[in-house]
């Protein structure tokens, strides 16, 4: 079984965690004056990169925290975890 | 004795059924994919439309992504009028397949079960039962007895974790032998003129503002009139290329298959709830399918905990399965979208035609979205099945939800 490394409880079995889907989507600033279209982009469409994906990750069986990974969804390898706090982090 | 030659007492190579053409430098209609989808596209151009000068480009071989990767049922038993619409004409021209490709796809009309495990499984599945019928969708609820009746091996006892309540029953589904489907559309298509070009991955379009002019492939630019996009689970690598955007997400969906067994299983067995569908396919192992992994993945392979959750569902729902040895596991990559029901239709460029969003469900319409598909790209004019599938309704918010009828977790 694939190994998560959890920023907080290091590696752990993939069972233990849940998928959060794209990263780095926030909450529009301005929600009082989003058009239709504006809102279905921010509500339905999400990137559906084949490569280099950022994504929330949940340690849902164990500190229950969330986190964000880029990881190669061509792949599935985790190439780096990262707390919610830090930056997208450059990827060579 | 004198030596033999290798092979001599073979049969003869049987005939090919596709011709395997270089590429033209142009053709009025580009499909890209060569899957079920593609193929029946090709057939339904030729045979309703006359249209010929047809390529269908595929990157790897034909009828090798999700079409080779299927558990095969087919079925129509959706809730909402226009997802019955499509699906219940696609079962229509499953029912005459076989004689309008002149090729055997093993169509067997066996029935699908779809189980209900709590009381409001239960409501939904005789709301859907009641929306088929008024949609002359064949339908019944079964209490568990009748559904012990239909498929005996089921465990419909009080001893298990998740109860039988009942099921709903389709007696006009079942399941085909998909890659012979596969190779009925490719057979006519060629036939009729339209070149089948494997190995053949597109790489780009060329573009004069609203409009596609051709496909960049790795083996030569090719121009097009109308390009038609069948690649599911890998249709955002192509609209990333267009600079389209697309609410679909890609998952693996893994399915397995245990070894051959005599005969067990008269039906079609499908549970939403405790994530697995079964059937037995003629030669006779048993087919079952999980639902998707959970992350978005485009590498056809899933994680084993699923297919492990998937066999403990399936041993306790049959418990006779539990001597059954696993023979080998697969994946393919599903696009699901988010109420779903398929992306059909328009795009922002005039001549470029989308068709994605099946999720885990677009082996049962392969006929239904070819033929529509086919009218669509004939008369530049969405077919009514498909006009309610249109990319817009995101956001105009007439969402088709079908999550229910889906019957795969994702």
């Known amino acids: ?92 | 004795m004198s030596p033999r030659t290798p092979g001599a007492d073979l049969p003869e190579h049987p005939d090919f059924l596709w011709r395997n053409p270089e590429p033209k430098r142009s053709y009025d209609v580009v499909i890209v994919g060569g899957g079920g989808h593609g193929l029946a596209t090709a057939h339904y151009l030729a045979k309703n439309h006359g249209i010929t000068n047809v390529a269908v480009v595929e990157k790897g071989w034909l009828a090798g992504g999700n079409m080779a990767r299927n558990t095969t049922i087919i079925r129509s038993n959706y809730l909402w009028d226009e997802s019955s619409a499509i699906y219940e004409q696609a079962l229509k021209l499953w029912e005459g397949l076989e004689e309008d490709l002149g090729y055997p796809i093993l169509f067997s009309q066996r029935g699908v079960l779809n189980l209900a495990h709590t009381l409001q499984d239960v409501r939904d599945s005789v709301r859907r039962v009641e929306a088929n019928k008024l949609n002359g969708v064949d339908a019944e609820w079964l209490e568990p007895d009748e559904v012990r009746k239909v498929c005996p091996i089921v465990n419909t006892s009080a001893d298990i974790r998740y109860r039988v309540l009942g099921a709903t029953y389709q007696p006009r589904a079942g399941i085909a032998k998909h890659d012979y489907v596969a190779w009925g559309f490719a057979r006519r298509a060629s036939e009729a003129g339209i070149d089948l070009i494997q190995d053949c991955e597109v790489t780009g379009f060329a573009t004069d503002g609203n409009r596609v002019t051709g496909v960049r492939t790795t083996r030569g630019d090719i121009a097009a009139g109308t390009v038609a996009l069948c690649a599911a689970g890998h249709t955002s690598v192509l609209t990333d290329m267009l600079g389209i955007r697309v609410p679909v997400q890609s998952h693996p969906l893994q399915a397995l298959v245990s070894e051959l067994l005599e005969p067990v299983h008269p039906t079609v067995v499908m549970s939403n709830a405790v994530h697995v569908y079964v059937s037995q396919a003629h030669k006779g192992e048993l087919v079952m399918g999980a639902g998707v992994d959970s992350y978005n993945g485009y590498g056809q392979r899933g994680a084993f905990h699923i297919i492990e959750r998937q066999m403990a569902a399936a041993v306790e729902l049959f418990p006779v399965f539990a001597r059954a040895h696993l023979l080998r596991t697969w994946a393919g990559i599903v696009d699901t979208s988010p109420d779903a029901s398929p992306i059909v239709g328009r795009t922002p460029y005039d001549n470029v035609y989308l068709n994605c969003g099946w999720g885990t469900g677009g082996f049962k319409a392969t006929p239904g979205i070819g033929w529509a598909l086919a009218h669509t790209i004939a008369h530049d004019e969405p077919h009514p099945n498909v006009a309610p599938f249109a990319l817009d309704r995101f956001v105009s918010g007439a969402l088709v939800d079908e999550h229910g009828a889906a019957a795969v977790a994702h």
């Open chain 1, 1 to 92: 079984m694939q190994l998560i490394e959890c920023p907080w409880c290091g590696p752990r079995e993939e069972v233990e965690f849940s998928y959060g889907g794209q990263a780095h989507v926030p909450y529009p600033d301005t929600p009082g004056e989003l058009t239709d279209e504006e809102w279905a982009r921010y509500v339905f469409f999400r990137d559906n990169t084949r490569g280099r994906f950022a994504e929330r990750w949940h340690h849902s069986a164990g500190c229950r925290r969330w986190f964000n990974a880029i990881r190669d969804t061509a792949t599935y390898r985790f190439e780096r975890v990262y707390r919610l706090d830090e930056p997208r982090p450059v990827t060579p």
